[in-house]
């Protein structure tokens, strides 16, 4: 009888697992690889600035995502977890409930659109990401509210497509960034932004009308909680506010999940509860005290793999743990400027590649999709070149 092994999610965690876990495991011919994501594609978050502005292909069907055909996307919502089965919205097999050897939490965080898009099938996606390039073309200013990196990102690519647009960024504290950043360097990455013409707006919280969406057009000038103007605008994008997508496991909020709803996990991302040692969990849903990033998940998808396969052959001893380590974070501002933060120091366009394509060529080989349609031909945009010490190339 076939054994599953169940991922539930189909984001950056999902996908990255899926291609080294079906190698991992292709000579276990009675386990099967079941990823449970409602959406029919996958979403390239890291690009979502630029297709907020550009035509970009961010929207990667799952269809070639499995090599081998036991394997399959279940294109269903996970609503509740047992121990050893998952209730789904949709049947499968002919049941809501799908039983599994092993399971993977990899559902991550919810976002604000356009940073992420919640539409089910590929045209709606599209349309709704059309519908805010229009947006975004027909305003002549625009605010942006949050100054982490995705709302930074998002200045830097209305920039360089529109050069006379009014663009305010508007960050609820002293210095945009986290505070695990260091001063030093928040304070290099404003003049980055205001150097691009850029207004910044620093230590107000904005009032939000009630029901508005993500992506709006005010009908009155912007305010702060202390009652301050801060700018008439024509179109508002929120680019703060995220959450784990854990709503479906609160009937486990008291075992497996934080206080603040994320999964708590053990060294080696095995479940933190007493039973769960067959459930593993990582990405942004994952309980880790490090910054929300793709490339930590990369470090991550390894030691689950190891694990996992370990624990298929009967093996617990040895098992590999995960350690919380910031290696680097690439801030993009369009496709040729950037910012590359890393423990020996940060870096400016010289050594900041992902501008160039957002890894959306990468991505969609990942995934086994093809090429993108819509790749614009300037993405080979010629950078800064190297500075001629590592002093210079700090600050």
Same mark, same amino acid.
């Given at each position: 009888?076939?054994?599953?092994?169940?991922?539930?999610?189909?984001?950056?965690?999902?996908?990255?697992?899926?291609?080294?876990?079906?190698?991992?495991?292709?000579?276990?011919?009675?386990?099967?690889?079941?990823?449970?994501?409602?959406?029919?594609?996958?979403?390239?978050?890291?690009?979502?600035?630029? !297709? !907020?502005?550009?035509?970009?292909?961010?929207?990667?069907?799952?269809?070639?995502?499995?090599?081998?055909?036991?394997?399959?996307?279940?294109?269903?919502?996970?609503?509740?977890?047992?121990?050893?089965?998952?209730?789904?919205?949709?049947?499968?097999?002919?049941? #809501?409930?799908?039983?599994?050897?092993?399971?993977?939490?990899?559902?991550?965080?919810?976002?604000?659109?356009?940073?992420?898009?919640?539409?089910?099938?590929?045209?709606?996606?599209?349309?709704?990401?059309?519908?805010?390039?229009?947006?975004?073309?027909?305003?002549?200013?625009?605010? &942006?509210?949050?100054?982490?990196?995705?709302?930074?990102?998002?200045?830097? =690519?209305?920039? =360089? +497509?529109?050069? +006379?647009?009014?663009?305010?960024?508007?960050?609820?504290? $002293?210095?945009?960034?986290?505070?695990?950043?260091?001063?030093?360097?928040?304070?290099?990455?404003?003049?980055?932004?205001?150097?691009?013409?850029?207004?910044?707006?620093?230590? =107000?919280?904005?009032?939000?009308?009630?029901?508005?969406?993500?992506?709006? &057009?005010? =009908?009155?000038?912007i305010m702060s909680e202390?009652?301050?103007?801060?700018?008439?605008?024509?179109?508002?994008?929120?680019?703060?506010?995220? +959450?784990? $997508? #854990?709503?479906? *496991?609160?009937?486990?909020?008291?075992?497996? *999940?934080?206080?603040?709803?994320?999964?708590?996990?053990? /060294?080696?991302?095995?479940?933190?509860?007493?039973?769960?040692?067959?459930?593993?969990?990582?990405? $942004?849903?994952?309980?880790?005290?490090?910054?929300? *990033? !793709?490339?930590s998940i990369k470090r991550?998808?390894? &030691?689950?793999?190891?694990?996992?396969?370990?624990?298929?052959?009967?093996?617990?001893?040895?098992? $590999?743990?995960?350690?919380?380590?910031?290696?680097?974070?690439?801030?993009?501002?369009?496709?040729?400027?950037?910012? *590359?933060?890393? /423990? %020996?120091?940060?870096?400016? +366009?010289?050594a900041s590649k992902k501008?160039?394509?957002? %890894?959306?060529?990468?991505?969609?080989?990942?995934?086994?999709?093809?090429? /993108?349609?819509?790749?614009?031909?300037?993405?080979?945009?010629? &950078?800064?070149?190297? /500075? #001629?010490?590592?002093?210079?190339?700090? %600050?």
């Amino acid at each position: 009888m076939v054994k599953n092994i169940v991922i539930i999610g189909g984001g950056y965690a999902g996908v990255m697992l899926v291609t080294k876990l079906e190698r991992s495991i292709s000579k276990h011919q009675d386990y099967r690889i079941i990823m449970i994501e409602k959406k029919t594609y996958f979403y390239h978050i890291i690009a979502a600035p630029r !297709a !907020a502005v550009e035509d970009w292909d961010v929207l990667i069907p799952y269809t070639h995502l499995f090599k081998e055909s036991k394997n399959q996307v279940v294109h269903a919502t996970a609503m509740h977890l047992n121990k050893h089965s998952v209730i789904l919205d949709t049947p499968f097999e002919g049941s #809501t409930e799908l039983p599994f050897d092993y399971c993977i939490l990899a559902t991550g965080i919810k976002y604000p659109i356009p940073s992420k898009i919640y539409d089910i099938d590929v045209a709606d996606g599209s349309s709704r990401m059309s519908h805010i390039r229009s947006m975004v073309a027909k305003a002549e200013s625009i605010m &942006v509210i949050g100054g982490g990196a995705a709302g930074i990102e998002l200045t830097g =690519e209305i920039r =360089e +497509n529109y050069k +006379n647009k009014k663009i305010v960024l508007v960050h609820n504290h $002293d210095h945009l960034l986290q505070s695990s950043f260091s001063i030093k360097d928040r304070e290099y990455v404003l003049e980055k932004v205001q150097k691009n013409n850029i207004q910044v707006i620093l230590g =107000e919280k904005v009032v939000l009308p009630d029901g508005v969406p993500d992506v709006f &057009v005010p =009908e009155n000038p912007i305010m702060s909680e202390k009652g301050t103007i801060l700018s008439t605008v024509d179109l508002v994008m929120v680019a703060f506010g995220n +959450n784990a $997508d #854990t709503d479906w *496991l609160q009937q486990h909020r008291d075992t497996i *999940l934080s206080p603040k709803g994320y999964i708590r996990v053990k /060294p080696t991302l095995q479940v933190d509860a007493v039973g769960y040692e067959h459930i593993y969990a990582l990405g $942004d849903a994952a309980d880790l005290d490090e910054l929300k *990033l !793709a490339f930590s998940i990369k470090r991550q998808v390894p &030691v689950v793999v190891n694990n996992l396969v370990q624990a298929i052959q009967g093996g617990h001893t040895s098992m $590999d743990e995960y350690k919380p380590k910031f290696l680097k974070m690439e801030i993009t501002l369009g496709k040729s400027q950037g910012i *590359l933060m890393t /423990p %020996l120091g940060t870096f400016g +366009n010289w050594a900041s590649k992902k501008g160039r394509d957002q %890894l959306t060529k990468k991505l969609w080989k990942m995934m086994n999709a093809g090429q /993108p349609s819509k790749y614009p031909a300037d993405t080979n945009a010629v &950078v800064e070149h190297p /500075p #001629t010490s590592f002093h210079q190339a700090q %600050l």
